[in-house]
């Protein structure tokens, strides 16, 4: 994160999404305030919504909440899974 380069970072997070990685609390803070700089529209929303599944505490949640509402359909339905714990089916190819 970094770098700032948003396809890095966005390629990362998928991983961390298609993996189900568990991230701690201050990688999940560091995540979310990267994330949450850019516009919500913005297509960077999508996989820490779906990662967040496996993600715990306030901070997650808030996220979660937010991107439910969210101005794009696929991050309001990862957002709406994630809430669930579910992390939903998607083909990223």
């Known amino acids: 994160m970094s770098t700032g380069n948003e396809t890095l970072v966005g390629g990362a997070l ?3 999404a298609m993996l189900r990685l568990a991230l701690d609390q201050e990688t999940v803070t560091d995540v979310l305030d990267f ?3 850019r516009s919500p529209q913005d297509g960077i929303y999508f996989w820490p919504a779906v990662a967040a599944a496996g993600w715990t505490g306030q901070r997650a949640h808030a996220f979660l909440t937010s991107c439910v509402s969210s101005p794009r359909s696929d991050v309001a ?3 709406t899974n994630s809430l669930a714990g579910n992390y939903g089916t998607y083909r990223p190819l």
């Open 14 to 16: 998928q991983a961390v």
């Open 35 to 37: 994330i949450e700089a």
């Open 77 to 79: 339905e990862a957002a």
